[in-house]
């Protein structure tokens, strides 16, 4: 029996020293804990203060899970969240501050501003009331207050102004409520649909962007805005919207179906232009058409692909094909400057250079800076100065060393063959007329060796502009009344 009691006594004993044994470790891990939870706290302040974000907010994962529950710990990593722009991360740490220690009034105050951007008001007004009560002196949280009312006022009359379709109206409601409520994707998408209604795609796109990202899965605003990026002719923006869609949830339907709408149209506009690159300017063609065949409602590609095959008509040398495309293209398009370069290139292939020029300066006014179409312009201007010399040599069709007899019988050959009263229509009269003034003016300045002389060097000396000042009146060899009976008299001087 007394063995039984100093066994027992052992036993206890041993137990005893292993439970004391046991506390000290204990005690001992939690002091090493401890410390390490504020190394990482010190060197996430450290990171912190040096802009190093994303390595500050590691340590503050550490931090955390080293001891959770520690209230401050969560409140500095929200710090970290919102620094890096992560506001939906940092609500959780703010909440969670806030269920570890009531009163933790910075973390109800800075939840609040987070509830008010993102539209939650209701909550938000709790948080900055229970600041209030806790500290009646509180300004922030009482401005807080007052802004909250004006996004529960703006956002009410802004729907009332939408209901009643005052498109405008509303939208100049939710400038203030957006302001001041920027993470709200509701107040967005709201402002989007008020921009839809009176045209201005471009700032609907603007609003419903950020959604995408306000929303945990938004599907929907990502093939809206891959809609409306079609819609304008954005074939790469609604390619990428509606990927990002997919990449969702890969069996959307309705993103699915859209998908092969827009990849089908990209893969022709993209092979099209690739042979523009390869000058195939034949295959080109048929890549534009195509793609209006693809997608015949959306006049914006219909525009794009005119402007395309104008180009590739201009540069292919089908100066008739060109000009209709072209004009077509323009009326379609009329503040583009790359149609109007194009079908100026096409009027020079026609030897059009007035309209080159006209096309090359309405370029131009649109676009100053591109030098190609000051180029042309330069270009252009020149071909019709040269253009507007006449070639009295060519006109007689005879040689620049021909002698004054050649020329005289050169000029009465074609003054006969050219004489108005050989034509009967009044438009062949009219040509034959001019053709005739030019035959004679070649004859005259051909047989004048001082006229003569000045044509061998360059110069027209029946051109205004180099008469001016020079007091010489250039006499022709002949007068005609084209009133008289509707017929033409010429005197010939054949001498």
Known sequence: MEREKRSVTGILSSLSLLCVLLDLQLDGGFAASHAEVEGHLEMGRKLLAAGQLAEALSHYH????????????????????????????????????????????????????????????AEAKEDFEAVLASSPTNEEARAQLERLAEVDRGLEAAREAHDRQDYGGAIALLEKVIELSPWDPDVRELRSECYLHVGDLSRAVQDLKPTTKLRND???????????????GEHEESLSNVRECLKLDQDDKDCFSHYKQVKKLSRQLESAEEFVREQRYEAAIEKFEAAMKTEPQVEAYRRRAKQRICHCLSKSQQAEQAIAVCT???????????????????HILNEEYEKAVEDFQQAKELDGENEEIKEGLERAQKLLKQSRKRDYYKILGVKRNANKQEVIKAYRKLAQQWH?????????????????????????????????????????????????????????????????SGNFHFKFNFN
Not at 74 to 86: F, H, I, N, P, T
Not at 218 to 232: D, E, F, G, V
Not at 328 to 346: G, S
Request: proline share 6%; glycine share 4%; charged share 30%.
């Open 62 to 121: 550490s931090a955390v899970d080293g001891d959770p529950n520690n209230y401050l710990t969560y409140y500095k990593r929200a710090a970290v969240y919102l620094a890096l722009g992560k506001f939906r991360s940092a609500l959780p740490d703010l909440s969670k501050a806030i269920d570890l220690k009531a009163d933790f009034m910075a973390a109800r105050l800075q939840r609040g501003n987070i509830l008010l951007k993102q539209g939650s008001t």
């Open 328 to 346: 077509e293209a323009h009326q379609r398009d009329p503040q583009n400057p790359l149609i109007l370069r194009d079908r100026a290139e096409a």
């Open 420 to 484: 108005p009263d050989n034509f009967q229509s009044e438009d062949e009269k009219r040509e034959a007329e001019k053709r005739f003034i030019d035959i004679a003016a070649a004859k005259e300045v051909l047989t004048d060796p001082e006229m003569r002389q000045k044509v061998d060097a360059g110069e027209d000396p029946l051109d205004p502009e180099n008469q001016q000042g020079s007091g010489h009146h250039q006499q022709w060899p002949f007068e005609f009344n084209p009133f008289s």
């Open 218 to 232: 938004n599907r929907a605003a990502y093939l809206k805005l891959s809609k409306l990026h079609y819609s304008m």
